[in-house]
């Protein structure tokens, strides 16, 4: 891993602020998996390389960023349509949130279809 990348590396975690959301235990669960699933890869130095691409053709300087959070729930956009990301640039903030169970469900559904 690059000397680049590593600098990345320790700012990435599971945000720990509550998200003042309701779920089912089995979607509490899936959605804790799913952050700790999603820490893990981005840890990754191939993952890590590419974080750095990004912020590279963002013009986002690594300096600049403070922290990268994984959010555990999703977070809807206010015309409905999920979001996965959000940067604030001045707080030098990274907000990475999952797609919605209903969405991981459809595309197993389909991943399920193609494979046979």
Same mark, same amino acid.
């Given at each position: 891993?690059?000397?680049? @990348? $590593?600098?990345?590396?320790?700012?990435?975690?599971? %945000? @720990?602020? $509550? /998200?003042?959301?309701?779920?089912?235990?089995?979607?509490?669960?899936?959605? $804790?998996?799913?952050?700790?699933?999603?820490?893990? %890869?981005?840890?990754?130095?191939?993952?890590?390389?590419?974080?750095?691409?990004?912020?590279? $053709?963002? +013009?986002?300087?690594?300096?600049?960023? +403070? %922290?990268?959070?994984?959010?555990?729930?999703?977070?809807?956009?206010?015309?409905?349509?999920?979001?996965?990301?959000?940067? +604030?640039?001045?707080?030098?903030?990274?907000?990475?949130?999952?797609? @919605?169970?209903?969405?991981? /469900?459809?595309?197993?559904?389909?991943?399920?279809?193609?494979?046979?």
């Amino acid at each position: 891993m690059s000397q680049q @990348t $590593s600098l990345l590396f320790s700012k990435i975690k599971i %945000a @720990t602020e $509550s /998200d003042n959301k309701v779920v089912s235990e089995t979607h509490l669960g899936f959605y $804790s998996n799913y952050s700790r699933f999603v820490l893990k %890869a981005l840890r990754k130095s191939s993952f890590q390389e590419f974080f750095y691409w990004v912020l590279l $053709s963002e +013009n986002i300087e690594e300096k600049n960023v +403070n %922290a990268v959070d994984i959010k555990i729930f999703p977070a809807l956009r206010k015309n409905g349509f999920n979001i996965v990301g959000k940067c +604030n640039i001045f707080r030098g903030k990274i907000r990475i949130y999952p797609k @919605t169970s209903n969405f991981c /469900d459809a595309f197993k559904k389909n991943s399920l279809k193609l494979n046979f």
